[in-house]
């Protein structure tokens, strides 16, 4: 039985331009790719995918990280595919990050890390229908 998450690669990476290394580190990681575009989001759109964290003392930084130049969501399927993922991108701090995860290789810092991954299966769900509707899914 294979499962469903959410990436998203982070302003701060397509700046950098690693866009390509990371979609590889994915697929060879055992995802398959389901959906992917590049966008860039509002702030209605930010602040709407990010309102579990409105509380939170990073929330407008985080909102205005996510608008300040476009992301690359992806949708991934693959067995136990949250788990899995968050393995692969690696703790939110990259300095913590185990050797060879995503963030570990291209994020600056916690609050630029590169990427994003779902957290749960039911939020999995709720983010990819954020940024996919059923016809751009396969």
Known sequence: ????????????????????QIVTKITEAGFKINGIKQVRMSKASAEAFYEVHKERPFYNELVEFMTSGPVVPIALERENAVAEYRKLIGATDPAQADEGTIRKLFAANKAENAV???????NALIEIG???SKSELI
Do not use: Q, R
Request: net charge neutral; glycine share 6%.
């Open 1 to 20: 039985m294979s499962n469903k998450t959410l990436a998203i690669i982070k302003p701060d990476a397509v700046k950098k331009n690693v866009i390509g």
């Open 116 to 122: 994003h991954g779902s957290d749960s299966d039911e």
């Open 130 to 132: 954020h940024f996919f």
